[in-house]
């Protein structure tokens, strides 16, 4: 049985599920989820992440993590971890420069991939042939003990949020997948939890209007910075949401580069919403680390992304256009520049990650 029927089964049987229910079996169920059984990068796939963009985004990447690594004293040995590391073309392109130009990074690194897909492994293991990583399927089956420089491009926007809205009397409801009178998927509204209370930014949202919750972006995050207080190191994560409070329906579904309905084809398309960055740098700083935030597009500038791309121009004339093409798309602001944050997390005390002084 495909997902679809199982899903709408399960509803039959227990009734309307959360939207992070949802999500949760549509990207991870081990059967038929898009995760677990077909994902698709790249130009033939259904998305297109930074990395495949232009190999100035993991090169750059790549040394960023060596400059953290050598303002701590150049450790060894450390953990070097990517958590969603796609089909290895971030860390492929990262481990390229810094052997050209920090060699010693890679003899003190101990490099761990975290992903649970096992298509995505395969690809992972081609691409990094040679670097000898190891795969977890969760950051905490990273072994602790040693300082830790992470690294995790669009990984927040695969954790699954809770949608909540109020009602004509201003209730706070929970927005659901149920069925409809056809007995097909459809989205609904059921009894918040008991003490549901919106984040303060959310307290006077309009009825109608959608506020979303991702206890597990969140949780994730703290566990993330007790690790960093711990052992030390830091933490770098890109990915696509607003840097301060919004409300608003950011539940999407990816086909072909395509948007298409979330409900309609479960398991076989890319279900994501944005990364709640306010949330999660708060999170990060309850737990006692530092964090910062820059967009995308300064983010890389601040890194020197436009004298890559003039060096790169300049021993490759005939690739100038695409090269100045690559630029515009990763930091342009009306391209991924805006759209895109960067967020880095540090130990309290230490120097601030390149990028974020």
């Not at 690559?326 to 230490?350: E, S």
Request: net charge negative.
């Amino acid at each position: 049985m495909d997902l679809k029927p199982r899903i709408e089964a399960l509803i039959a049987a227990e009734g309307p599920i959360t939207v992070e229910h949802y999500m949760a079996l549509c990207l991870h169920d081990p059967q038929h989820g898009y995760y677990a059984t077909r994902p698709a990068l790249g130009a033939q796939g259904d998305f297109i992440t930074a990395p495949l963009v232009s190999q100035m985004f993991g090169e750059l990447i790549g040394l960023w993590a060596a400059q953290v690594w050598l303002a701590a004293g150049s450790p060894s040995p450390f953990r070097l971890v990517e958590i969603g590391p796609g089909d290895g073309t971030l860390m492929t392109d990262a481990l390229r420069a810094l052997r050209r130009a920090v060699p010693a990074f890679l003899d003190a690194a101990d490099l761990w991939l975290v992903e649970a897909s096992p298509p995505l492994r395969a690809r992972q293991a081609a691409a990094l042939q040679g670097a000898h990583p190891r795969w977890a399927d969760r950051l905490e089956d990273v072994p602790d003990g040693s300082p830790l420089i992470v690294i995790a491009n669009e990984f927040l926007d695969c954790l699954p949020a809770r949608q909540f809205t109020r009602d004509a009397r201003g209730a706070w409801a929970e927005r659901r997948v149920g069925l409809d009178a056809r007995g097909t998927l459809a989205f609904g509204l059921g009894p918040a939890p008991a003490g549901f209370t919106p984040p303060a930014a959310f307290i006077d949202t309009p009825p109608g209007v959608v506020v979303e919750v991702s206890p597990r972006q969140v949780g994730f995050a703290a566990m993330l910075a007790g690790r960093i207080v711990s052992d030390g190191g830091a933490a770098l994560l890109i990915d696509y949401g607003a840097a301060d409070p919004a409300p608003g329906d950011t539940l999407q579904a990816i086909r072909a580069h395509q948007k298409v309905d979330p409900l309609t084809t479960p398991g076989e398309a890319d279900l994501t919403v944005h990364a709640d960055f306010p949330a999660v740098m708060a999170a990060v700083r309850a737990a006692g680390a530092q964090a910062a935030i820059r967009t995308q597009g300064e983010f890389l500038q601040r890194l020197g992304i436009e004298a890559r791309a003039s060096a790169l121009a300049t021993a490759r004339p005939d690739r100038a256009q695409t090269l100045d093409a690559q630029l515009q798309r990763l930091t342009g602001d009306a391209q991924m520049g805006a759209l895109f944050k960067a967020g880095a997390i540090w130990r309290t005390g230490d120097p601030p990650p390149p990028g974020f002084p």
